[in-house]
């Protein structure tokens, strides 16, 4: 059973920065996915950004050019730094990943951005 620790949300003025973490407890295969996604109440949870080793990620339309995430296998531990952010990037921002066949989701960090 993987367990994921999130940290770094927050609330933050529109146009500034935060880095979210995600640790893993257990060695996730580098060709597996390490992703975030984020929800807003009453919608769906959507892909924000998605690292396999060796591949060139994945983001949504929305954050192209202003979030990148990025992974570190030693550390288990992936990574999303948000610049020039935007009162509709508030969210709860959720890491995920597969491993071994079996998802795992952590529980989730506030990001709140003010206009």
């Known amino acids: 059973q993987v367990q994921l620790v999130e940290s770094g949300g927050g609330l933050v003025p529109a146009g500034g920065s935060l880095t979210l973490s995600c640790q893993a407890s257990?060695?996730?295969?580098?060709?597996?996915?390490m992703a975030w996604y984020r929800q807003v109440p009453g919608k769906q949870r959507e892909l924000v950004a998605r690292?396999?080793?060796?591949?060139?990620?994945d983001y949504n339309d929305s954050v192209m050019g202003r979030f990148t995430i990025s992974r570190d296998n030693a550390k288990n531990t992936v990574y999303l730094e948000m610049r020039r952010l935007k009162p509709e990037d508030t969210a709860v921002y959720y890491c995920?990943?597969?491993?071994?066949?079996?998802?795992?989701w952590g529980q989730g960090t506030q990001v709140t951005v003010s206009s």
């Open positions: 995920h990943v597969r491993n071994w066949g079996v998802e795992y």
């Open positions: 257990e060695t996730i295969l580098a060709s597996q996915p």
């Open positions: 690292k396999r080793s060796g591949r060139d990620p």
